[in-house]
């Protein structure tokens, strides 16, 4: 079997020839002169007669999802396509190859990118010896990596239980070589029309290829499990699409008989880059040889391809998750968005050999339909457009609505063409002020134009038209054209359209698991025959695995109160403060309140809810003075629109209270952008922590409501809500002692929204102050370079919380645990290489302080779910609870990494969807955790977060980062939107713009934890 495996693998086609022709038309074709004269400049040429069948002309109508397949251009039915193959070698003779049938369409014309790794690449580098304390080494320019092994072979704390995990085996031939080809294609396509050419260029040259039918990825890699007959192949491709040069500044008003459908010529070079079997991944994967060998990722990266082709042909591709209207349907959102059914998938390596991870996945899209109609649900000031169709733009309206089209393309409605146009902009004139010149030059008026060539009256003559060319001046009237289908929405998702999304996306695990097996025996599932070429075999049922159930830990309440420790025993693990107190309560003896807006009754409540509130408090062990420092300020909403005015007030209650304000509550008409000028200015000019609420939930005043205030409050002030009874170094006594502190540290980065250009992306970093609760956390933030991942100031932070952490604890930490957020696979290794220095460098500035460190990436944006199963393994179908896994369930084999140390901890109870898990990877341990160790650590810690009474899904100094870099961009967003407007006319930038600095937090507020 094995030889003829290998023989099959290695067959290559060894027929000679001289040339390659098929039959000639004689019809002689104007472009037919050019075509011959282009591949008569590089050799040989081959002419394949291309008989499409005929379609109906283009309704203004989109058609279903995905758009840019399913289109089919109109063509005269006696239309002829050409083929043209150059070989650097000829060396087959060929039959007259199969005759093409393909869907051809226009699409817009961009740089192919490079191919964006999958998220299981890790970074290459040159091999290491191993190191003595039995991690693997690999060499980088300025210093080792190293990836920390696991240190066994898993936990073994907790009862048992019984899991599906939405993984499918993928079985592979270690010996199935594959042949990897780089494909060049001239002018560069868009992703789209590339597999459109590669579908044509397979079909029409079967033999030359030897039979193959490779595998693409849209961009520059082609995989193929036969070796094609010569190293280098040159190919000639034509399809319909309208070139660059019918695109003049009048092209969209020439008549409709000049518009005739044109050839566009493709230059495809395919060069052999590589080729490999799967011995290497296989070794991998089974433990086997030595522990440094890096993930051979060249094959692992093509038989991801290849396991995409099918589905990529088929559904809209947005990153690594796939979506297609077939999947029960769109729906509306709201705001000119629709929502989308789709699938992730993606390749892993783990334990049990490669996987197929599959999850169901929701998105929005652009609604196609009208631009008219998509400006009237996306902007307020216009819903009212059809009625008033004479009205103007006033500057800040037309900013809005170019904002509103930027980038999205367009087709027409009132005529046929297959062509679709990127809006740029918009005109500076109205639509009734503009023209343009004829093929003679002679100047038409575009009103005119219309009138007489399409007997059109344009309506809305006082908007401007929608500039379709980045130089020229190409004018479409936004009443005539559509918003073309499946474009994903880029912008920042108003509330609503995100609460629509999130319950799209909401499914309870039963339903949750039907959809992903449905995606898997369905129409998208990884294709049978595609599969089978490349000897790949993914089994159509989940993974089944044990996990265990880790033990809540016991808790320690106030000493104020008649309970003063419990053992969280629901089975949520929530627990409550009936008959008892916060652990550390405050005394808040000045405060004041300010409100913004409201109605009459409304601040009539106010009296009522401060009352209430201090009895709240009161019964927690917080101490909340039932009079403010001054009486209560009411204040118009419109004060949140002036920052200059709103400083004034702010600083004009601190200034009664002496500069001493403890608290400012800040109760709110609605939610208001105004709230980040406030958050900014209290914290850094004035220096008072704050907390905003809303007159809507004053008006129920539920005591769960003023309990959760009053954590969030105490928090801020200085205060805790709970500890842990049995003291980490009680718990983990081989690694913690009480007289050796140890600190907490975590890390975050968040970036702006896609669609910002300009702003800087802002990284946060906490740490923990008091040992050994470790509960109290202050936190550092900067602004680094746009959408910079890398911590730029990591050093600087993290010597500041050292700092801060000797004058609390009277010497410096004997442990760093680091916790880092936000970070993806593939930047794993360029995280821990750079941040890991930046940490050591950071403790080098304290003389002879050189502490053992643990550096874990936390993540929760991946795609691996868990399902509780009926544990009896004779059962023909897996019985799938409705329920999600209980808190405390952990996994850490069979879909681990098969070599690093990593697990999965589902600490919350999912109330509403499917419990998502989070991912711990731990890329370094100078502290040398078991896996019981550092799951029990974690957990627990999970129980210490200030905001609530039950266990949190992250790990708290992750998730305090996260909550501090979120505020550190609220200081920005005023800034953001100022420059954001004065570079709209931007399409893109040769390199982002200095980071503009954060605001210096105030000296009363930066050892508090005001970002809770």
Aim: charged share 25%; net charge positive.
């Amino acid at each position: 079997m094995e030889e003829t495996d290998d023989s099959n693998a290695n067959k290559k086609c060894t027929t000679k020839t001289r040339s390659f022709r098929g039959r000639t038309n004689p019809h002689k074709h104007q472009y037919q002169h050019q075509l011959i004269q282009y591949s008569n400049h590089f050799g040989f040429w081959n002419q394949n007669q291309y008989n499409p069948r005929y379609y109906p002309a283009l309704l203004p109508l989109p058609s279903p999802i995905p758009l840019h397949l399913a289109l089919t251009p109109p063509l005269p039915q006696n239309h002829n396509f050409r083929s043209k193959t150059h070989f650097h070698k000829p060396s087959c003779k060929l039959n007259n190859p199969p005759l093409a049938t393909s869907s051809d369409t226009q699409l817009p014309v961009v740089t192919i990118s490079p191919a964006p790794e999958p998220e299981w690449v890790q970074r290459r580098s040159k091999v290491a010896p191993r190191g003595g304390d039995g991690r693997r080494m690999m060499a980088a320019k300025t210093q080792a990596l190293v990836a920390t092994k696991r240190p066994d072979s898993g936990g073994v704390e907790g009862p048992v239980i019984s899991l599906l995990a939405n993984h499918f085996l993928v079985q592979f031939d270690p010996s199935q070589r594959i042949f990897h080809y780089n494909v060049e294609m001239s002018p560069n396509p868009s992703k789209e029309v590339a597999r459109m050419i590669k579908q044509k260029l397979v079909e029409n040259n079967s033999a030359v290829l030897c039979g193959a039918y490779p595998a693409y990825d849209g961009r520059k890699n082609l995989y193929s499990a036969v070796e094609f007959q010569n190293d280098r192949l040159e190919f000639f491709i034509s399809l319909p699409i309208p070139s660059s040069k019918s695109r003049l500044p009048y092209g969209e008003f020439n008549d409709l008989k000049q518009k005739q459908q044109q050839l566009k010529l493709f230059r495809i070079n395919i060069k052999l880059v590589s080729k490999f079997d799967g011995k290497e991944l296989n070794s991998y994967l089974s433990k086997e040889g030595d522990d440094w060998i890096p993930l051979p990722q060249d094959y692992l990266h093509a038989l991801d391809v290849v396991l995409r082709e099918s589905p990529s042909e088929k559904c809209i591709t947005v990153g690594r998750s796939l979506y297609s209207s077939s999947m029960e349907g769109t729906k509306e959102i709201g705001g000119g968005a629709v929502g989308l059914r789709g699938f992730f998938q993606s390749l892993r390596p783990t334990q049990q050999g490669l996987a197929l991870n599959v999850d169901s996945s929701v998105s929005a899209f652009h609604e196609s339909i009208g631009v008219i109609p998509y400006l009237q649900k996306r902007l307020e000031f216009l819903k009212d457009l059809h009625q008033r169709k004479t009205r103007c733009l006033s500057g800040e309206e037309k900013r809005e609505v170019e904002k509103a089209l930027k980038n999205i393309r367009v087709f027409v409605c009132h005529r046929e063409t297959v062509q679709r146009y990127r809006v740029y902009g918009l005109t500076e004139e109205a639509t009734e002020n503009l023209w343009f010149p004829d093929r003679d030059g002679k100047n038409i008026r575009l009103l005119s134009y219309f009138k007489d060539h399409y007997n059109y009256n344009i309506q809305f003559r006082n908007l401007p038209c929608l500039q379709i060319s980045r130089s020229k001046p190409c004018y479409l009237p936004m009443e005539l054209c559509m918003i073309c289908e499946g474009q994903k929405f880029l912008g920042k998702l108003s509330d609503d359209q995100t609460a629509r999304i999130l319950k799209m996306g909401c499914q309870r695990p039963k339903e949750r698991k039907a959809i992903i097996d449905g995606v898997m025996r369905g129409p998208f599932g990884p294709s049978g025959n595609r599969a089978s070429e490349f000897k790949l075999h993914v089994s159509r049922e989940m993974t089944r695995l044990n996990g265990r159930i880790l033990q809540p830990p016991k808790l320690k309440l106030g000493d104020g109160g008649h309970v003063r420790d419990l053992v969280p025993s629901r089975h949520d693990r929530q627990w409550n403060f009936l008959d008892s107190h916060v652990f550390e309560g405050t005394r808040i003896e000045r405060w004041a309140l300010i409100s913004f807006g409201g109605t009459p009754d409304q601040k009539a409540s106010i009296p009522k809810f401060i009352n209430q509130l201090s009895q709240r408090c009161e019964q927690l062990g917080i101490f909340l003075n039932k009079n403010t420092i001054c009486s209560p300020q009411f204040e118009p909403t419109q004060v949140l629109n002036n920052v200059s005015l709103l400083e004034s007030k702010l600083k004009k209650i601190h200034e009664s209270a002496s500069n001493n304000l403890q608290l400012l509550i800040c109760i709110m008409e609605r939610k208001h952008k105004g709230y980040a000028d406030l958050k900014r200015i209290a914290e850094t000019s004035v220096g008072v922590v704050s907390q905003c609420c809303l007159y809507l939930n004053l008006s129920k005043l539920s005591s769960q409501f003023l309990a959760n205030l009053a954590l969030k409050i105490n928090a801020k002030v200085g205060g805790c809500t709970v500890a842990l009874y049995n003291s980490l170094p009680s718990q983990i006594p081989r690694l913690f002692q009480l007289d050796e502190p140890v600190i907490f540290m975590g890390a975050d980065v968040t970036h702006p929204h896609p669609l910002d250009d300009v702003s800087p992306s802002v990284a946060a970093v906490v740490g923990s102050m008091n040992w050994p609760a470790a509960n109290k956390y202050v936190s550092r933030m900067r602004s680094q370079t746009h959408r910079q991942e890398i911590i730029q100031d990591l050093g600087a932070m993290v010597a500041e919380l050292l700092d801060d952490f000797y004058h609390e604890e009277n010497k410096l930490p004997k442990r760093i645990i680091f916790f880092r957020d936000g970070v993806s696979e593939t930047q794993f290794y360029k995280v821990l290489q750079e941040e890991l220095q930046s940490i050591r460098e950071a403790c080098s500035k304290f003389p002879g302080y050189s502490p053992p460190i643990t550096f874990a990436v936390v993540q929760k944006r991946h795609h691996t779910r868990l399902f509780p199963c009926d544990s009896d393994p004779s059962s023909t179908q897996n019985q799938i609870s409705n329920d999600n896994i209980p808190p405390g369930t952990v996994v850490d084999t069979v879909i681990t990494h098969p070599r690093e140390f990593d697990f999965y901890l589902c600490s919350h109870w999912g109330v509403k969807g499917t419990s998502r898990p989070t991912h711990y990877h731990i890329l370094w341990d100078d502290n040398h955790f078991t896996s019981d160790e550092l799951q029990k650590l974690v957990y627990n810690l999970c129980y210490t977060f200030v905001r609530c009474t039950k266990p949190v899904s992250l790990v708290p100094p992750a998730y305090y980062a996260h909550l501090a870099a979120y505020r550190g961009r609220l200081y920005l967003e005023r800034y953001e939107s100022s420059t954001f407007m004065g570079s709209s006319s931007t399409i893109c930038r040769a390199a982002p713009p200095k980071a503009t600095p954060l605001p210096k937090l105030s000296e009363n507020v930066k050892k508090l934890m005001f970002y809770c």
